[in-house]
C-alpha cells in the first residue's frame, strides 16, 4: 500500500509539522490545520527544519509531496483520504475534535489520533463510527524514530487496523500493534526509567548529568542495538531472577508526580521552554542543544539501519 494521496494532520503543534513533513516526503498532498496564524506560521518554519533534517538522513522524495497550512478545518479535511489527530492531550478537546472531523469526511476514511496514551476507546465513546477511530502514536522527533505504535481500541475495525500498519510500513517505518492500555509500549517503560532516574537524583545518589551519562551509555547504548527482551536472554533468566529478587522491592514505585518535579513546574522551570529545568540554560544554548538532538539522531539512525538487528 501507498501512503495516502491526501492526508489531513489536525494540530501544529509539536508533532504536527514532524509529521507532515514525512507523509509529504512519501507523495501525500498534506494539509496542516490549526486554530491560529502564529501557529501555523510557527509550524511552516518547523516544516522546513523537519525537511532538513530528512534530507539529512537522505529519506528518498517521492514526487507530487507537498504541505500547506489551513486555519479552515473544512478545507484541511476536504477529500482527505486519512486523518490524523494530533492537538493537546486533552480528552475534551480531542473528543471536540474528532467530532468535527467524522462530520467532515467520509465514513471510509481512517481517523487516527496522535495521543500519547490516552484509551481509545475513550475518546472514541461519542464517535458516530467509533470503528474507525485508531491510535497511531509517533515518537517524538516524528520524522526522525521509524517507529509508530498502533494501537485498536474496543470497536476499532480490524480492517482499519490492517490498513493503518500497511501506511506505517510504507512511510518504512516499523509498526508496533498493541492492545489499548494507558501509556501504551512506549511511553510506560520511558516513565518508568524517568521515575527511577528522578527517585535517584532526589535521594542524591548521582547529580542529573551522572544518570544521563549511565543511562545513555549504559542502558540506551545497549538498547538501540538490543531490545529489553532479548537482552534477558543474552544476560540469562537466571541472572535476571537473582538481581530483581533483591532489587525489586528497593525500586521505585511512587504513584504521585516526583517532588522535584513539581516544585520546579510551580517556579515554571518547564524545561528548554523556558531556559530552565533539569539543566539551566544559557542564552542560545536551548537551539544549540536542539540541533545537536537532532543532528545526533540522525547519526544514529544511519549507523542503526546498516546493522542487522539482534
Not at 501544529?12 to 512519501?26: D, E, Q
Not at 461519542?126 to 485508531?134: F, G, K, S, V
Request: proline residues 5%; glycine residues 10%.
Amino acid at each position: 500500500m501507498n501512503v495516502p494521496g491526501i492526508c489531513a494532520v489536525i494540530g501544529s503543534g509539536t508533532m504536527g509539522p514532524g509529521i507532515a513533513a514525512l507523509l509529504a516526503r512519501h507523495g501525500a498532498d498534506v494539509r496542516l490545520n490549526d486554530i491560529s496564524r502564529e501557529a501555523l506560521d510557527r509550524a511552516e518554519s518547523a516544516c522546513t527544519a523537519a525537511a532538513g533534517a530528512l534530507d539529512q538522513l537522505g529519506t528518498p522524495v517521492t514526487e507530487g509531496g507537498s504541505v500547506s497550512f489551513e486555519l479552515d478545518a473544512a478545507a484541511a479535511l476536504d477529500s482527505a483520504e486519512l486523518v490524523i489527530e494530533a492537538v493537546p492531550e486533552e480528552i475534551g478537546l480531542k473528543r471536540r475534535v474528532l467530532e468535527q472531523i467524522e462530520a467532515a469526511v467520509g465514513t471510509d476514511v481512517v481517523i487516527a489520533t496522535n495521543t500519547s496514551g490516552i484509551p481509545i476507546s475513550d475518546m472514541a465513546a461519542a464517535m458516530e463510527h467509533p470503528q474507525r477511530l485508531i491510535g497511531m502514536h509517533w515518537s517524538n522527533p516524528p520524522h526522525l524514530i521509524p517507529m509508530i505504535e498502533v494501537i485498536r481500541g474496543e470497536r476499532t475495525d480490524s480492517a482499519v487496523e490492517t490498513a493503518t500498519v500497511a501506511i506505517v510500513e510504507a512511510l518504512g517505518y516499523k509498526a508496533v500493534m498493541e492492545k489499548e492500555v494507558p501509556g501504551f509500549v512506549e511511553n510506560r517503560v520511558l516513565y518508568a526509567i524517568m521515575r527511577e532516574c528522578l527517585s535517584l537524583l532526589e535521594q542524591g545518589v548521582a547529580t542529573q548529568e551522572d544518570i544521563d551519562t549511565c543511562v545513555k551509555w549504559g542502558i540506551g547504548y545497549k538498547l538501540a542495538v538490543i531490545g529489553p527482551m532479548r537482552l534477558l536472554d543474552m544476560a540469562g533468566l537466571d541472572i535476571y531472577s537473582s538481581v530483581s529478587g533483591y532489587l525489586n522491592p528497593d525500586l521505585s514505585d511512587e504513584k504521585g508526580i516526583s517532588p522535584m518535579v513539581t516544585k520546579l513546574t510551580e517556579q515554571n522551570r518547564l524545561g528548554m521552554k523556558t531556559g530552565d529545568g533539569m539543566y539551566p540554560y544559557a542564552e542560545g544554548e536551548v537551539a544549540a542543544k536542539r540541533t545537536d538532538i537532532l543532528r545526533g539522531l540522525v547519526t544514529v539512525r544511519k549507523a542503526l539501519s546498516e546493522i542487522t538487528p539482534v
